[in-house]
């Protein structure tokens, strides 16, 4: 299994602009998760899917923030407009709840975001 | 979800055992023990996890005190690969949040 795949990698982009991050989960894992990594706050839940369906979205800061699940292999992570305050590491991590437990998720490479 | 307290950081010497600690004095019966760590530039990555007896895999070993309000992470042969944060986190099964805290960094020096 190729693992939670993440892309870009890599991010700059200048405030103001839309960043789209993408995110495919472990095929067969039904829960997904947004996390976002910075030094001052360390690992943050932005929002969980299970089985597609957005059930907790507390921890996304903002209405720029939009999260999206089409269909079990593909999720987005969307900021319009993008802020410097923005910038971070932002990780996918999935998991199976029948057959893990929530508890045991899989994250992904990140996505390294800099806002200019 | 119960609050846990670890060192902030810790050495040990390649080859020999890390014995990293946890304390979560205030877990709840059907919480359980969940360890991750994060090396360098990469994702957390998911180690191991229990929520009464000791537990053991291919790359750890948890060790969870009888009153489960303490546990100990052992990675036997520590490697310098092994150079981490490492998280505890205690949490639901059949929840799905999970705090991360701040972690131990343990460096695993030649």
């Known amino acids: 299994d190729a693992g939670v795949i993440q892309s870009p990698r890599h991010e700059v982009t200048e405030m103001g602009q839309e960043v789209t991050l993408r995110c495919k989960p472990i095929?067969?894992?039904?829960?997904l998760f947004w996390y976002r990594q910075t030094m001052m706050r360390g690992l943050e839940l932005l929002i969980y899917?299970?089985?597609?369906?957005?059930?907790?979205d507390s921890g996304m800061p903002e209405d720029r923030f939009s999260a999206k699940m089409p269909n079990a292999s593909f999720s987005t992570l969307k900021i319009q407009p993008s802020e410097p305050r923005d910038s971070a590491v932002y990780f996918c991590?999935?998991?199976?709840?029948?057959?893990?437990?929530?508890?045991?998720?899989?994250f992904g490479p990140g996505t390294r975001l800099t806002v200019t | 979800d119960a609050k846990t307290t670890q060192p902030t950081s810790m050495d040990c010497a390649e080859g020999r055992a890390a014995n990293l600690p946890c304390n979560h004095s205030?877990?709840?019966?059907?919480?359980?023990v969940y360890w991750y760590r994060q090396i360098h530039s990469q994702g957390p990555q998911y180690i191991i996890h229990?929520?009464?007896n000791n537990e053991t895999n291919e790359m750890a070993s948890l060790i969870i005190t009888e009153d489960r309000k303490s546990s100990t992470l052992i990675l036997p042969h520590a490697t310098l690969r092994d150079t981490a944060v490492y998280y505890c986190i205690v949490a639901l099964s059949s929840g799905y949040a999970l705090n991360f805290g701040k972690g131990t960094s343990l460096l695993v020096t030649p």
């Open positions: 229990g929520l009464k």
């Open positions: 205030t877990i709840s019966g059907n919480e359980y």
């Open positions: 899917f299970n089985n597609n369906v957005p059930i907790d």
């Open positions: 095929s067969g894992h039904n829960s």
């Open positions: 991590a999935s998991s199976s709840l029948a057959v893990l437990g929530a508890g045991e998720q899989y």
